[in-house]
């Protein structure tokens, strides 16, 4: 059974092909991918690698973690599953009360009827 990795302090030049020749080391690896931004597309510096076996990842842990890898230490350790996280509500979303996120109450008195 495929095991995932989670692997962090990668170079922002480290390539996916980079990264899972460094693994193919341990054994047979089944994906290497390097998480990037959505905006910038540039790597946000940690990716994960799916080795086949408990005991090629177990290698791969022990062998990879705490060496370097383009002038960067490595984290290596088992990946933890993705938590759930409360969905994001549209623009601005609920943290201002519900204003719309530009900051919302009253300035001065817009909105108000004077007697003048």
Do not use: C, H, W
């Not at 022990?62 to 996280?85: F, Q, S, Y």
């Amino acid at each position: 059974m495929a095991k995932k990795l989670y692997v962090g302090g990668l170079s922002y030049n480290t390539t996916e092909e980079e990264l899972k020749n460094t693994f193919a080391q341990m054994g047979t690896v089944e994906s290497a991918v390097i998480i990037t931004d959505r905006m910038s597309g540039r790597s946000k510096g940690f990716g994960f690698v799916e080795m086949s076996t408990e005991e090629e990842a177990q290698a791969a842990i022990e062998k990879l973690n705490g060496t370097e890898l383009d002038g960067r230490t490595l984290t290596v350790n088992e990946a933890r599953p993705l938590e759930e996280r409360p969905r994001r509500s549209g623009f601005g979303g609920d943290r201002d009360g519900g204003r719309g996120g530009f900051g919302g109450g009253r300035r001065g008195d817009f909105g108000r009827s004077r007697d003048y």
